[in-house]
């Protein structure tokens, strides 16, 4: 436990000293979810339709933008070799370092979405349940995403081969998280997707740990 | 304490060694030997834990490594060819962070101590991005100080260091051994030891 809080509080803290580095995602999800009113033009109708997917799918891409960084930069300077050898599991060091992720990556993404659900001409309620489905589903990807961090350790274009890898697994969700969105918009209501996405975020945070941990071992070999 | 059994290291498709056999007991140094290529590092990785052998094992107090992650963890020092510091963080938040990932409380007094005796007095508050390398080998160092290990396991320590910097880790060596402690080292320089007579081992001839 203590050992979990020491690796969340570290990453914290390595994250407050290279700002520049955690604003950069931040700036890519907004500009990306603004381009989309720019270009396709100001019909309330079409954006307030494509608005929750546009949202949830520039979330995915500034997640998997952070992603590859998760662990090569502790693996370039040698302070994750020196954390496996610490006497406690290494479960535990992969929960602690996605947690981390989320803390820093995804609770900014959860705090900027309903202002750039404004854009789309979402109001009320479907604001809502967007920050929902988007505080459910962030740490699933940062959970899922930390397994493709582990497997791409240490291999040229590394950040390529992290999308390739771990958006497929986004898929569930992406489809759950703006179909929540949509069915509130739709007047059908949101509790089946969230509760699908909510079995998923226990079955990830159950499995994903324990893979990334495995993938970590056999990348350090 | 420590003993390997018939360790053997493939790295691709080529064996660097096999059959490797080692023991090691309280108050004892061993030198690792070999020219470029042929293992010691693989060697150290294996003996610390980070790979595993192709086959054999390696035992710490009759316990096989794998099974007593926690006690070897303690127990256990491992100085690699990166210097495991972040660069963003001084030398004192480096020392006090590995130490509380470790398990172990370190208080300032002690870190600052360390890092003076191994001559960082004037930047234990710089980012440790602005050191020279071997300033940033000597902040590794003093973590090795402060570790309270029993078994060190040092892959090069010397690299980066100045002849200053070399005395002192041969003398941190002798005390450590003095006081009982154990090391495994390579090394491509002849190291002044005094009384200590170390054990040599020479990986990669047999191959």
Redesign the interface.
Known sequence: M??LA??IQ?DI??AT??RGDWLTAQFFFVLVVSMFPLGIGPDPAVLRMIGPGVIWVAALLATLLSMSRLYADDH????L?????????NIVLALGKSIAHWIINGIPLLVIAPLLGIQFGLAGKVLWILMLSLAIGTPILSLLGSIGAALTLGLRGGGVLITLLILPLYVPVLIFGAGAVEGTLAGIGAEANLSLLGAFLVLSLLLAPWVSATALKIS?? | MLTANNLSCERGERLLFRNLNLELNEGEALLVRGANGHGKTSLLRIL?????PASGEVFWCGESIRAA??????E?A?V??????????TPL?NMV??A????RGLDMETAESALAQLGLARCMDL?SRVLSFGQRRRVTLAGLLTAGALLWILDEPLTGLDVSGVAMVEQMIRDHVAAGGMIIATTHHALELGDLKPKTLTVGESA
Do not use: W
């Open positions: 203590k050992f020491t690796v570290r803290l390595l000293r290279r370039r300077d040698g302070t070799e020196q954390m496996m050898l610490s006497p406690y599991s350090l070999e | 610390c834990g980070l790979s595993a992650k926690e006690t070897y963890g303690k256990m491992y690699a060819h990166s210097n495991g510091i972040k660069e963003e963080l938040e962070l590995s509380r990932l470790c398990g980012p």
